[in-house]
């Protein structure tokens, strides 16, 4: 049974909470849910975190990619409680760090997590799945695609290399022609490169590459972070050909990086040094140093 909710407004939640010195504290969680415009049974979950997408399917129940931070999953079930009574009986996770997989323990009934194998290899031992959390851990894999459920319920998982982590996966909202894309594209900006967790600057552009040419017939995409406009349904946001642009300013970025490189400038000399605003104004190249660092290792290994 479908609930009626004023869409976009704001849902608070109030947790308490004992801080470390056993005080009682009051700490207000929210939400923002926003219909993504393409069908009824599609939300946009913000805050707390990465964008967790909603899934009310037919004959599946609700889905939700990825949890955000520890201490939001009461605020993402309220969410789904204002939506419908169907239960949440499945979480994907788009990659391993904890704003997107930090609230899996909070969903104690879910059956499946579904996860790529290298993400599920990271998240084990975390802070988040540790002392017997750990059967919130993903208990499906895969390498390079799996398709969920049937019909208008299918969910396509796209994995293509290395790139923000070496576990990143798109998840396609078939039917609904929706990307998740988790942080592989985050936002318009320059990526936060987790090398420690197996990502790859050096590889990120072809693995983006390869997404845009192995995925077709998605129009509308949510990104990992990227602030979505206000209102309800959300209208006018990222489309697959943000994605593409994406790729084209990773390689613009990677070739800038190696040519500072090999002309043997500095860290700072080359990210002061990046020549992309001109091509892609309303980027932000914050952080610059600390892309072309993970760059810079790479390349110098
Ligand atoms: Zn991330």
Redesign the pocket.
Known sequence: MRRTIVMGALLAIGAAGLTAAGVLQQEERRVAVQSMGVAENLYLVSGGG?HTALLITQNNGVVLVDTKNPGWGASILQTVQALTEEPVTTIINT?A?G??VGSNPDFQDVVRVVAHENARESMTGSEVFAGGNERFLPNETYRDRLTLFEGLDAIDLYHFGPG??NGDTIVVFRALEVAHT??LF?RKALP?I?RSNGGSGVSYPDTLARAVDGIEGVSRVIP?HAPPPPGSPVRGWMTWDDVREYAAFMQDLLDDVRASFEAGRSVDEAAAGLDLQGKYPDYSLDRAERAVQAIYDELGQ
Do not use: R
């Open positions: 990465g990659h760090h704003d997107h923000h982590t988790g942080d985050a936060f987790d990992g």
